[in-house]
C-alpha cells in the first residue's frame, strides 16, 4: 500500500495540472455565463463532458509515458515537418488567444481585489518571463501544484458563499434532457466544449509526461491521476456554473461587470473570487507556455534560445496590449471557446492516429476499445463544436 502510494505520488504532477489548468479565467468567464443564461441547466453539460475530456486527456497522456513524446514532436517525426508546421500554426494562434483571455480574467482578479490593473498586469508579465525564460519545467512544476490547490479550495468556496438551491441543482443541473435545439444553448455548450478540452492541453499532457521520463509502468498511476483531474476540474466547472446562474444575466455585459455584480454577494466573495481569478489565471498562463514549448517549439524544430524567447514574446507582448487597451472581451473570450472545438479537430486526428500507430509507441499501440471510445469522444467534440460555430451566425 506504501509503494503504491510512493509510485502514484513519483508520476503525480502533469496530468493533475493541466486538468486544473484546464479550469483557467477563460473557463471560468465562460462557466458563469452559461450559468446566467441558462440556469443550473448547464451542470448537467459540465459533469458530462468528464467522460471526453478524460479519454481525449489519457490518449495525450498515453502518448508522452508509453510513446516518450510530445504531441508536436511525435507529428514531426511521423508526418514529417511540412505537417508538423501546418500542426503548429492553429496552436501558435490558440497561445496567443489563451493568452489574451488569461489576462483578461487576471484583470478582473485584481480589480476584485481592489488592486491597480495596469500595474498588477505588468508585474505578472515580468514574472511569467522570468519563469519561461528560466525553463526550469521541474522546480516550475513543483511550484504551480499549490497553486492549483488554491484555485480548487476558492472555487469549492464559493459555494458556501453563494449558498445555491440543492433541489433545484439536483433537479435541473442532473437532468438529461435540456433544450439541445436552441441555438442560444448549442452556442454555450459548443464553448463549454472548447472551455474543457483545449489545444494546448494536448501538447502539454505528452509533452510534460515526456519530460518527466515515465515509463509504460507508470501508465495505470498516469492514467488515474488523469481520471481525477478529470472529475475534479469538472466539478469545479459544474460549481462555476451555479455560481454564474446565482448572479443573472443582466449583470453579464463584460469582465468587469462580472467584478461589479459579485459584490451583491459581500466582500469576502469578492476575496475568494479574486484569488481564484488570479490562481487560475497565473497556472494557465505557466502552463501554457510550457505547453508551447513542447508544441509549437518541437514541431517547428526551434532549438536556439533566442527562438523560444522571440515566439513566447510574439505570443505574448501584444496579447497583454490587447487586454490594456480593450474592456469588453466577454464576447470575444465565448467566440474563442467556440473556435477551439474547430482547432481541435486536426489535432484529434493526429492524435489517434499516432496512439494506435506501434512504431510510435515502442510496440505498445493503444488497445482497440480505446481507440473506439476515443475516436467516439473526439466526433462528439467536433459535432458540438461545428454546431457551435454554425449557431454563432
Known amino acids: ?25 477563460a473557463s471560468i468567464i465562460e462557466g458563469l455565463e452559461a450559468g446566467a443564461t441558462w440556469g443550473y441547466r ?24 508509453v510513446g516518450g513524446a510530445s504531441l508536436g514532436e511525435a507529428i514531426r517525426s511521423r508526418f514529417g515537418k511540412r505537417i508538423a508546421i501546418i500542426a503548429s500554426i492553429p496552436m501558435a494562434a490558440s497561445d496567443f488567444l489563451e493568452y489574451v483571455a488569461e489576462y483578461a480574467g487576471m484583470a478582473v482578479g485584481l ?64 437532468n438529461p434532457i435540456q433544450p439541445y435545439t436552441n441555438p442560444s444553448f448549442d452556442y454555450l455548450l459548443a464553448a463549454s466544449i472548447g472551455a474543457v478540452i483545449m489545444p494546448w492541453m494536448l501538447f502539454f499532457h505528452s509533452g510534460a509526461d515526456s519530460r518527466k521520463k515515465l515509463k509504460a509502468s507508470d501508465l495505470k498511476n498516469e492514467r488515474l491521476e488523469t481520471l481525477i483531474g478529470a472529475i475534479v476540474s469538472e466539478i469545479l466547472m459544474a460549481i462555476v456554473v451555479i455560481d454564474g446562474s446565482l448572479i443573472g444575466s443582466d449583470r453579464l455585459f463584460n469582465v468587469y461587470a462580472i467584478a461589479d455584480s459579485i459584490s451583491f454577494a459581500g466582500r469576502y466573495a469578492r476575496l475568494v473570487l479574486g484569488i481564484g481569478f488570479l490562481a487560475s489565471g497565473f497556472l494557465a498562463l505557466i ?61 484529434l486526428f493526429f492524435l489517434g492516429r499516432l496512439v494506435a500507430d506501434k512504431r510510435v509507441m515502442n510496440g505498445r499501440a493503444m488497445g482497440k476499445t480505446r481507440m473506439y471510445i476515443y475516436w467516439a469522444m473526439s466526433i462528439l467534440v467536433a459535432a458540438g463544436g461545428l454546431t457551435g460555430l454554425v449557431s454563432m451566425f
Open 111 to 174: 480589480y476584485l481585489l481592489g488592486l491597480p490593473v495596469v500595474f498588477g498586469l505588468l508585474v505578472i508579465f515580468i514574472v511569467h518571463l522570468m519563469i519561461v525564460f528560466g525553463r526550469r519545467y521541474r522546480e516550475t512544476e513543483a511550484a504551480l501544484l499549490p497553486v492549483s490547490f488554491i484555485l480548487v479550495a476558492s472555487v469549492v468556496a464559493s459555494t458556501v458563499i453563494f449558498k445555491p438551491n440543492l433541489l433545484q441543482v439536483a433537479y435541473l443541473g442532473l
Open 1 to 25: 500500500m506504501v509503494e503504491d502510494i510512493k509510485s502514484f505520488l513519483r508520476v503525480f504532477g502533469p496530468a493533475w495540472l493541466v486538468m486544473m489548468a484546464d479550469v483557467d479565467v
Open 287 to 347: 502552463v501554457i507556455s510550457m505547453a508551447s514549448a513542447w508544441g509549437v517549439v518541437e514541431a517547428l524544430e526551434l532549438n536556439g534560445k533566442g527562438q523560444f524567447y522571440a515566439l513566447f514574446l510574439i505570443e505574448s507582448l501584444p496579447a497583454l496590449a490587447i487586454v490594456l487597451l480593450v474592456e469588453n472581451y466577454l464576447s470575444l473570450i465565448l467566440n474563442l471557446m467556440v473556435i477551439y472545438t474547430v482547432i481541435l479537430i486536426p489535432l
Open 42 to 65: 448547464m451542470v448537467f453539460i459540465m459533469l458530462v463532458l468528464t467522460i471526453p475530456l478524460f479519454f481525449i486527456q489519457d490518449a495525450a497522456g498515453t502518448l508522452g509515458t
